[in-house]
């Protein structure tokens, strides 16, 4: 049988070693190139050529970049996730439509394999592996990278070897992943603990020092927990975001630095620059707090941490997300209000929130004469709220 193979290519050295790989030492009659364009604004008509130059029989660029906001980066807007409590999930969340767009485009191309280019020791290859295993479990998986043990010189001289000239003229000294939902950039200097960033490294942001000394004001609208205004105009999902990431970055917000844990088991210093996805997170927690009651908060809370690993280890196929998405969901129909961010030197507050549907009530809090709260109840209450407590404080002294 012949060896038909769908391989997600991003036009990096890596990835197009794996060409030649795939089809002298794989077994590959037929290799068709997937470029998944997620917004990270690299020019597709060059990476489509070079995938021929290396000798795939077809090369393609899918377009994802609307599909990838709102059919991921909304849904994990409305869970609030954040991995360890820091990380909006930007690069996991591309894994799992770039191997949605693998399976699709295999059996467009009539395949029974796909590949790609990760190594064994990061999260990317677990996302891919299950996504395509959990979509299509008749589909061989190939990953050159994590068989073939090249060090960047054997990579080169591989490619070399079948024509390839691999551009690495101005390589950086650490690794980029970049969409339209964040940047992470990871290993060389970055490994070192004690290496504090310098400006080189980030390019979404400015330097707090850098920012304007005038803060920036934004408000987003959320119908049903999912964005669509920024300061009252409507905008589509990608529109939308990328205008965050512009004002968030000028504005010093977005950047984090943290020590990740890896799927893999291995703890791992990350950077990532991901204004827009922080604003959004941000102002959605604060419509959450103004139109959920204090139980379903809680309860979402605890759900979010799980939300989140879950999506971060890659089983966004997986049954688990699918229930969670489903209490998520029917948690989200009030969602509906304006929240405005203050934008400061890389900080971000609240400054206004409103929401037809609020349940913050002026009559019930207020110390003012028109009061409706019945402060008579309270003794009560309170008698009742503690028994269970000072049952216990009486029977163990
Ligand atoms: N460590 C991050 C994550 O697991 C970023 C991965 C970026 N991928 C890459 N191939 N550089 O989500």
């Known amino acids: 049988m012949s060896k038909r193979v769908v391989l997600a290519y991003s036009g990096g050295v890596d990835t197009t070693a794996c060409i030649p790989y795939l089809r002298h030492e794989m077994g590959a009659d037929f290799i068709v190139a997937m470029a998944a364009d997620l917004g990270q604004g690299d020019e597709l008509a060059p990476i489509r050529e070079k995938a021929l130059v290396a000798g795939a029989d077809v090369s393609i660029v899918v377009d994802a970049k609307e599909r990838f906001v709102s059919e991921f980066g909304f849904p994990a807007i409305q869970a609030n996730a954040l991995y360890d409590g ?3 999930l930007s690069s996991a969340l591309g894994r799992p439509l770039i191997g949605e767009l ?9 395949c029974n394999a796909v590949a790609h280019g990760c190594t064994g020791k990061g999260n990317d290859q677990v996302r891919l592996d299950l996504t395509v295993g959990l979509l299509d479990s008749g589909l061989e998986i190939l990953a050159p990278a994590r068989v073939w043990s090249f060090s960047r010189a054997d990579t080169i001289a591989y490619s070399e070897k079948y024509g390839i000239e691999p551009h690495v003229s101005k390589e950086k000294p650490w690794a ?12 060389g200097l970055i490994e070192d603990l004690s290496w504090e960033p310098t400006e080189e490294v980030w390019s979404l942001t400015t330097a707090p020092e850098a920012a304007p000394d005038t803060a920036g004001y934004v408000t987003i609208g959320f119908e049903g927990g999912i964005p669509v205004t920024l300061d009252g105009e409507r905008l589509a999902p990608l529109e939308l975001l990328g205008r965050l990431n ?4 000028g504005h010093a917000v977005g950047r984090i630095d943290m020590l990740e844990n890896r799927v893999v088991g291995v703890k791992s210093r990350e950077l990532y620059e991901a204004p827009g996805m922080l604003l959004l997170i941000r102002a959605h927690q604060e419509l959450e707090n103004l139109t959920l009651p204090v139980d379903m908060l809680n309860q979402k809370r605890q759900l979010e941490a799980t939300y989140s690993k879950t999506v971060y280890d890659g ?7 699918a229930a969670l998405d489903a209490f998520v969901g029917s948690t989200q129909r009030t969602v509906t209000g304006e929240i405005t961010l203050k934008l400061y030197k890389g900080g971000m507050s609240v400054a206004a929130r409103s929401a037809e ?5 002026h009559e019930l809090v207020t110390y003012g004469n028109d009061c409706t709260f019945d402060q008579s109840s309270a003794e ?11 049952v216990w404080n009486k029977v163990n002294g």
Do not use: C, K
């Open 86 to 88: 820091q990380y909006p």
């Open 102 to 110: 693998l399976v699709e485009t295999a059996h467009e191309y009539d």
């Open 176 to 187: 980029i992943d970049l969409n339209i939902l964040g940047r992470n950039v990871e290993a």
């Open 246 to 249: 512009t004002l968030g970055g």
């Open 315 to 321: 089983l966004w196929h997986g049954p688990l997300r």
């Open 357 to 361: 549907r609020s349940m913050y009530r």
């Open 380 to 390: 009560g209450f309170i008698d009742i709220f503690s028994l269970p407590s000072r």
